[in-house]
Nanobody
Framework: QVQLVESGGGVVQAGGSLRLSCVAS????????LAWYRQTPGKQRESVAT???????SYIDSVKDRFTIYRDNDKRTVYLHMNNLKPEDTAIYFC???????????WGKGTQVIVSS
């Protein structure tokens, strides 16, 4: 089973930036599409950004032009660079395969992002 370890979260003021990282324990990392998700208490986990094997990126409207997803296959790592953070970005962030993949990997613990106003 693939293990996922997210890191890079923290507390930041509105308008600030963070870079999240997620390392996956698979030797065929380069064969998978990947995604970043976030979850707040009482709400379902939502996918905010995806990146395909070929590097094609997609974003939900609320983070478009602020967040950038990218990957380093040699390091088995997917990143989420977040700029101009807003209080509504406060959540626990997770990585995994995208929602259109029927069987996701086991979820990691995520990394907490808190954006203060």
């Amino acid at each position: 089973q693939v293990q996922l370890v997210e890191s890079g979260g923290g507390v930041v003021q509105a308008g600030g930036s963070l870079r999240l990282s997620c390392v996956a324990s698979t030797n065929v990392f380069n064969l998978y599409d990947l995604a970043w998700y976030r979850q707040t208490p009482g709400k379902q986990r939502e996918s905010v950004a995806t990146i395909s094997v070929s590097g094609t990126q997609s974003y939900i409207d609320s983070v478009k032009d602020r967040f950038t997803i990218y990957r380093d296959n040699d390091k088995r790592t997917v990143y989420l660079h977040m700029n101009n953070l807003k209080p509504e970005d406060t959540a626990i962030y997770f990585c995994n395969q995208p929602p259109y993949i029927p069987a996701s990997w086991e979820w990691g613990k995520g990394t907490q992002v808190i954006v203060s106003s």
